[in-house]
């Protein structure tokens, strides 16, 4: 299924599991669809199940939006202090929509216990409380983690509450992360089960010893925090330059403050040294990084009171960082945040801790793989085979879950047929459903009125205003596009500048009246490999506006070329 199908169904209110490989978008169509919803004055309760993807998505855990904290179960009296809790009740009883981030790692105990608290503090019988709930995630990712002295967990989608809420499959089948057909090849195999020697073959032409000069400088992965924490802090040791010590400040509601502190990758005191290798812990396009992008400490800024950190990025480029926040929102209020320089030590880092991350290149030994999935989640981190560094693998690397396995057969069927059956359904037909939502929600709809030929009144489409007139200069420019004609042909046939003819079809695009197979051709314009780069770094980053794209690619495509990218796109 497409990024602008599944939108699509999230539109209708409908229950979804949103779904797909590692980079087939899940987030970005996270991203878009709570834009739409914000753009109509509808405010998502945005969660987590762990600190980690938490902090990464700027909500809270899911057990502090719910108030059940960290038990599977509540007595009697257990569930009486959590709905009488003022702010989780009221945080459910104002929430319309819920989503929950990595639900792979929520089990099904869980689940059912927010659900059964929903209900209780809506006072409904539907399915948690009659609120549309979006379960995002990718079961073949790391699994719910459990004590040794508790049973056997059951994921979520084995839960009597995921079955009662009954969420239509999103199956998500782009694939915007990993470039190298043979690496996917490899990472399709391990979720289907079905690694063949042909499979073994590549992973084996990426081992490498771990003393090798290759790796020095690369990104390492290990199943335990133990070793990440002793190779971080000999690397650290064996550097000769004196340390600086960066302090994490935090404000607002301390046990938000602390689940944030938890979440955050960056640590609380960040000791650094000159020549340290470091990984950025959070995107500023105006700077040119992103959470994952790797450099190394040149020294300290010695022209500012604080001597932040300068580092080293690709291209040589040099910049000096200087503390960013993290927050988590509430109604649309931060109710905390902390700040802190955005980087950590990055000679290595836990598997956990780099679900969510993507990178370059990155060493990983997978001998001690302790749980199915947890290889698959490391492998997936980079992009191609030649940025694998393996110094080994045991079987259980290769190794995803028989259940999940099962089910992910069953989730693409079910996505399948929803794909079906809403694509038979009539454009004006979606529209009143995404309309629909909108009004029960308590959003802001605002429809197109029928027009007398002597009446100019304005209205508006998803924030875009539009006349009569100005109706028609757009149909104007949109049948000269659908018959295949080009940006500049169109612009001189019109009379209008470039710029002018592209912000028709933006303004058709932000109103839902742009057929997309009619300006599939401007593709040619740009060409498919630059489009693809420009898209590839909007999915990445989820940001749709144009400067912070063009800072980022420092000038080197101009800004016709992503607006025409971003315009095929969304």
């Known amino acids: 299924m497409t990024q602008d199908m599944a939108l699509s169904i999230l539109k209708t209110g409908k229950n979804v599991f949103l779904t797909g490989e590692p980079g087939s978008g899940k987030t970005h169509t996270i991203n878009r669809y709570v834009s739409y919803l914000k753009g109509h004055g509808i405010e998502p309760a945005i969660t987590a199940s762990t600190g980690i993807a938490a902090t ?3 909500g809270m855990t899911i057990h502090s939006w719910s108030g059940i904290g960290i038990k599977k179960e509540l007595s009697p009296a257990d569930f009486g202090r959590v709905i009488s809790l003022r702010r989780a009740s009221a945080r459910v009883k104002k929430a319309r929509v819920l989503i929950i981030d990595e639900i792979s790692m929520l089990d099904a105990k869980t689940l059912n216990l927010i659900d059964t608290v929903c209900r209780a503090i809506k006072r409904s019988p539907e399915p948690f409380g009659g609120i549309q709930v979006v379960l995002v995630g990718d ?45 996917l090849g490899v990472l399709s195999a391990i979720r289907s089960g079905q690694v063949s020697e042909e499979h ?45 010590t960066f302090l994490m400040f935090g404000r607002g509601k301390a046990n938000l403050v602390e689940q944030l502190k938890r979440g955050c990758l960056s640590p609380e005191n960040l000791e650094l040294k000159k020549g340290a290798i470091v990984m950025f812990t959070k995107n500023n396009l105006h700077k040119g990084f992103v ?58 880092m836990t598997i956990h801790k780099s679900q969510g991350i993507t990178l370059d290149e990155a060493f990983m030994d997978l001998n001690g793989a302790f749980v199915e999935g947890q290889g698959y989640v490391a492998l997936s981190r980079v992009k191609t085979l030649d940025g694998l560094h393996l110094a080994g693998y045991n079987e259980k690397a290769l190794a995803v ?5 099962e089910h992910d057969n069953i989730f693409r069927q079910l996505s399948d047929q929803a794909e079906l059956m ?149």
Not at 204 to 209: A, H, R
Not at 312 to 329: A, F
Not at 401 to 405: A, E, M, T, Y
Not at 481 to 491: D, L, Q, R
């Open 291 to 348: 959470n994952g992008t790797m450099g190394t400490v040149m020294g300290f800024d010695q022209y500012d009171d604080e001597n932040y950190p300068i580092v080293k990025i690709r291209h040589g480029r040099q910049l000096t960082v200087e503390p960013m926040e993290w927050t988590i929102e509430e109604n649309g209020e931060a109710v905390a945040k902390i700040e802190q320089v955005p980087l950590r030590l990055a000679w290595a």
């Open 422 to 570: 809403y694509t038979n359904l009539k454009e004006e037909q979606l529209k009143q459903l995404h309309n629909n939502l909108v009004s029960v929600l308590g959003g802001k709809v605002r429809v197109k009125k029928e027009l007398s030929d002597d009446e100019f009144t304005e209205f508006e489409v998803r924030g875009t205003s539009f006349s009569r007139d100005n109706e028609r200069r757009l149909d104007q420019t949109l049948d000269l596009v659908s018959e295949g004609k080009t940006i500049a042909e169109v612009s001189k046939i019109r009379g209008r500048t470039e710029e002018t003819i592209i912000k028709h079809l933006e303004d058709l695009k932000a109103s839902d009246q742009l057929p997309m197979d009619q300006i599939a051709h401007l593709k040619t314009e740009v060409g498919d490999g630059t489009v693809n780069e420009i898209q590839n770094v909007f999915m990445q980053l989820g940001d749709e506006r144009l400067k912070p794209i063009y800072d980022y690619f420092e000038g080197r495509h101009p800004y016709k070329s992503i607006r025409l990218a971003r315009l095929l796109m969304f």
């Open 139 to 183: 079961f073949f990712q790391l699994p719910p983690v459990r004590r040794e002295d508790e049973e056997p967990y059951k994921f979520a989608f084995e839960s009597e509450s995921w079955t009662m809420a009954s969420p239509i499959v999103c199956y998500l089948t782009e694939q915007y992360r990993q470039s190298d057909s043979k690496f």
């Open 56 to 58: 990464h998505i700027g």
């Open 200 to 244: 073994r073959q590549c992973l084996d032409g990426c081992l490498v010893d771990s003393d090798s000069q290759k790796i020095k400088n690369v990104t390492k992965f290990f199943p335990h925090n133990e070793d990440v924490n002793r190779l971080n802090a000999e690397e650290l040791e064996r550097l000769p330059s004196k340390s600086k």
């Open 401 to 405: 879950h028989p259940i999940v396995s």
